[in-house]
Structure formats: structure tokens, C-alpha cells
């Protein structure tokens, strides 16, 4: 097994996706080669980070109390009726069987409050974890000979070169006339997935462009994280979803964006 090929797999072997003699040339690999070896090892620690992140919400205090202190008036209520000849309760007084469903009803509302918290929470730390991904990947691909598998400055060069490496075609359009020349193309791994990278560069700045099919609603280009002088964009719309990453500076790179995404939607070459 070749370096490369090694490299390409270390996402889906830490995550334990590969088939068996997959997984077996990748460890024998390992075993032997010192750089793959350091690279798994710096994904482990990645992966270590993020599980911390990832840590499962609760309820704050004050709605627990809240909650608590419903349930003993209930009890209460419930152990200690007052008594009553009527066939009615007295104006103003609720019924004690009202009381409890009031009670039971906030339970359901508290209920579907944390999983709702939970549901954005985990959506918010899925992102996080992508960005860490895709930031590891742009500074790995910065090393010497890891910057593209395919390099070229034509579209008709770099975007035939995914087909049967990835299962959608990436965008690639010409941007060399607004001052980004494209370098060429590799493939990567984000979110236990492989993706296509598209690589363009301004003036001395490299700039990779993460892609892979779109799983949500479009979202329009946000800056997610701005991290050792490296910038993160991201955005999605009907053909896929996209991060763009580099340590251009953020005005430009949003520029970049805009070009990209406007040539990408007008179907213009690429």
C-alpha cells in the first residue's frame, strides 16, 4: 500500500468503516510507515477532542428545580385533598385532577424543550466537528507533495479525474480571469465521507474548496471559524455543500466565495 492510499483511508479505519483486508493492509502499513503512523495518531488525538466536545446536554438547574418543585405541590396536593361538599369546586380553585394534567403537560413541554436543545446542540457540534476535519486537512495538504493527486490548471483535466473515485461530480469553475487560477484537484475525507477538493490559489495564498452532496437546506456562505489565521466558509445549495478554507484574508475570500457559488449556480464551465 502506497502512502497515499494509506492516507485516504485513516478517516474511515479510525472510524472502523473498512472492510477486513482493507483494514489489515492499512495496519500493516502503519506498523511500517513513521509518517502515516504520526498522521494516525494526530487524527486519534483530533478524534479524542471531539468526543469531549460532544458531551450529551442537560437540563439546566433552575428548570430541573422548576420541575421538582411541581411535582412535590402535586403530590402534595394529591395526598391532602381538601374537603368539599360540593359537586364544584369554588370559583378560582383548580380541580385537582386539572392541577395534575397542567403539570403533566409542562413535563411534556420541558420534554420536548431539552430535545430540542439536544437536536441543535448536536447540530451545532456536527459542524464543529466538520470544520476541525477540514482545517486538519487544509494544513496537512500544505506539506510538501500533498497539496493535489491531480494537478492542473484545466477544468477538463481535474473534474474527469474524480469520476469513480467519488459517486457525484464536483464543481470546478474557471476563475482564472478574477485573479484564482485552479491548481488542480484531490480527494479527501470529512465526516466519515469522501469529498472532493478543488484547489485554486491568489497571488501566494492556497485556497481549498471541501464538496461533497448536499444532506440540508441551502445555507448561504457563513464564516464558521477564523483559527490560527485560517479562515473557514461554508455553504450548501442544490448540488452540494461546500467549505471553502484558506489563509487569504477574509474579505478576499469571501470574494472568492461569491464567484464561486455565482459560477457554480449559473452553471457556467466548470
Request: with cysteine; aromatic share 6%; proline share 6%.
Amino acid at each position: 500500500m502506497q502512502c497515499a492510499d494509506c492516507r485516504g483511508l485513516l478517516h474511515a479505519y479510525l472510524d472502523g468503516e473498512l472492510m477486513p483486508d482493507e483494514r489489515e493492509a492499512v495496519r500493516q502499513h502503519l506498523a511500517t510507515c513513521a509518517s502515516c503512523a504520526a498522521e494516525y495518531e494526530t487524527l486519534v488525538a483530533l478524534s479524542r477532542q471531539l468526543k469531549t466536545k460532544l458531551e450529551r446536554p442537560t437540563a439546566p438547574d433552575t428548570l430541573k428545580a422548576r420541575i421538582r418543585a411541581d411535582l412535590e405541590r402535586a403530590e402534595s396536593t394529591a395526598a391532602h385533598p381538601p374537603f368539599q361538599t360540593m359537586a364544584e369546586p369554588p370559583a378560582g380553585r383548580t380541580p385537582r385532577r386539572s392541577w395534575l394534567g397542567l403539570v403533566a403537560a409542562g413535563l411534556v413541554i420541558a420534554a420536548l424543550s431539552s430535545a430540542v436543545t439536544a437536536t441543535l446542540v448536536h447540530r451545532n457540534a456536527l459542524r464543529a466537528s466538520i470544520a476541525d476535519q477540514v482545517l486538519s486537512s487544509h494544513i496537512r495538504s500544505l506539506l510538501p507533495g500533498r497539496l493535489t493527486d491531480v494537478a492542473s490548471n484545466d477544468l477538463h483535466n481535474v473534474k474527469p479525474w474524480f469520476n469513480g473515485r467519488i459517486d457525484f461530480s464536483p464543481s470546478v469553475p474557471r476563475l482564472d480571469s478574477a485573479g484564482f487560477p485552479l491548481l488542480g484537484g484531490r480527494l479527501d475525507y470529512a465526516g466519515g465521507q469522501p469529498v472532493a477538493v478543488v484547489v485554486y490559489r491568489h497571488q501566494q495564498h492556497v485556497i481549498n474548496v471541501f464538496s461533497w452532496p448536499a444532506e440540508t437546506r441551502s445555507v448561504s456562505p457563513t464564516v464558521v471559524r477564523t483559527d490560527h489565521g485560517y479562515h473557514l466558509i461554508h455553504w450548501s445549495d442544490a448540488t452540494g455543500d461546500f467549505w471553502a478554507v484558506s489563509d487569504l484574508n477574509l474579505a478576499q475570500l469571501h470574494q472568492f466565495v461569491a464567484l464561486f457559488a455565482r459560477a457554480e449556480s449559473e452553471g457556467e464551465p466548470r
